[in-house]
């Protein structure tokens, strides 16, 4: 029963001096059990401010990685080792270090979405809240080589009006997401507000009313007025939504919406995690080091 694997769970924690995250994309039953729950490079952050020995973190590899990062003296796991993400994979070091050649002189800017090694290479890191004002402030006489997401660099470039060279790469899941989804939502539900995440197309950024990451939608749907929201992200969102404004109605664009490494993730793979601590995620130390440098470059820039 769920309730006893919640039980051991919670045991295990205890025993293992553990801190659970769990990003906004996963199923909500491992949301609820988590101690912390966001957008990945936040709860990276947060973990690492705690006295906790190991992490669990239920969201995809890239992740675990960045909270490797962070906290090179603490365990890192992933409860599924197949839990990866295909943008971040859609670019390895070795493609990188080829564009830089063919552009010398250029800063780059990796998308969080990204591997370790591909952060080591980079000049500053950033996040789908941070991006856009971190590219306004980047030097106007440099080139910038922005990697891996072509919609995510695309609509920094309708913003700013800045240019930049793109890596083809991009979310499949929010790639399945097509305006004729939020056009028939928005028919359906005339009153309700489009909150849409960058990594959309540019034709769905076109007809959404706000573009936030997850954690500025939960913060602007708890801020705003409205009641109902159509929502243009990963499902896995609604279950953080309605837990955080039980009040307000939110509407999931498309059931197609499915990340399926994020739902590969359950309560029992949380418990065999804890119980043989495994998988374990590390990086190695002289691409850590490198990729942390990319991370704080990005903090230097905009303060958190």
């Given amino acids: 029963m769920a309730s006893d694997i919640k039980e051991k769970i919670a ?84 493609q990188l270090a080829k564009l830089k050649k063919k552009h010398p002189g250029a800063l780059v800017v990796c998308y969080v979405n990204t591997t370790a090694e591909v952060k080591a290479l980079s000049d500053c890191c950033c996040t789908s809240s941070n991006a856009l004002e971190l590219v306004r402030r980047l030097p106007a006489d440099r080139e910038i080589i922005f990697v891996p997401d072509r919609n995510l660099g695309q609509y920094i470039i309708d913003m700013t009006g ?28 005339p009153d309700a507000l489009v909150i849409a995440h960058p990594e959309c197309n540019s034709e769905v950024r076109a007809c959404s009313d706000k573009l936030l990451s997850t954690g500025q939608m939960l913060k602007f749907a708890a801020r705003s007025d409205r009641r109902s929201f159509i929502v243009v992200t990963e499902i896995g969102i609604i279950h953080s939504l309605r837990k955080a404004c039980p009040d307000k109605e939110f509407v999931p664009v498309s059931q197609a919406a499915v990340c399926r490494n994020m739902k590969k993730i359950t309560l029992e793979k949380v418990l065999w995690s804890l119980q043989d601590m495994k998988h374990q995620v590390t990086v190695p130390e002289d691409v850590r080091v490198r990729a942390r440098r990319s991370l704080d470059r990005m903090l230097e820039v905009i303060p958190s």
């Fill in 162 to 189: 800045r240019d930049m060279v793109l890596w083809p790469g991009y979310c499949i899941t929010h790639e399945r997401i097509m305006a004729e989804d939020v056009l028939k939502a928005k028919a359906e539900h």
């Fill in 11 to 94: 045991d295990l924690k205890r025993q293992r001096k553990a801190v659970i995250l769990a990003h906004n994309y996963q199923i909500g039953e491992v949301q609820d059990i988590a101690d912390l729950t966001g957008d990945s490079l936040g709860l990276s952050m947060a973990a690492s401010r705690t006295d906790a020995e190991t992490i669990v973190f239920c969201g995809v590899r890239f992740m675990a990685e960045t909270a490797a990062i962070l906290s090179p003296d603490k365990t890192v796991l992933l409860p599924d080792e197949t839990a990866g993400c295909p943008m971040a994979d859609m670019i390895n070091a070795e």
